[in-house]
């Protein structure tokens, strides 16, 4: 099983991303989508999930306004569009994958079943 994160960058505060994750090697449709990310010297966080079949999303508060998850299940592949930028967004984002078919999601580490490597996002004029 392979995920992979792209889009990640230095952008401006206020300014947006898209973080784009393949996947390859598992049953893409079966599984939640889970964004994640880790600031310098913090823990790992939930930033957003979306369910296998895309009925069900969740956000933390933090991003909520301002980041959209979406999947397409026909090119196995999640998004995650972050709009309005502020330093504190600064992060590795990980995609991860949860075995979970149903209209649920969850942003647990402990119920991750495969993690991509992380993708860099820097806020910061």
């Known amino acids: 099983v392979q995920l992979v994160e792209s889009g990640g960058g230095l952008v401006q505060p206020g300014g947006s991303l898209r973080l784009s994750c393949e996947a390859s090697g598992l049953e893409f449709f079966t599984h939640a989508m889970i964004w994640f990310r880790q600031a310098p010297g913090q823990e790992r966080e939930g930033v957003s999930c979306?369910?296998?079949?895309?009925?069900?999303?969740k956000y933390a508060d933090s991003v909520k306004g301002r980041f959209t998850i979406s999947r397409d299940n026909a090119l196995n592949m999640a998004y995650l569009e972050m709009n309005d930028l502020k330093p504190e967004d600064t992060a590795v984002y990980y995609c991860a994958a949860e075995n979970r078919y149903s209209n649920r999601c969850l942003m647990v580490i402990s119920e991750v079943d495969h993690w991509g490597k992380g993708a860099p996002v820097i806020v910061s004029s």
């Open positions: 979306i369910s296998a079949n895309e009925g069900f999303t």
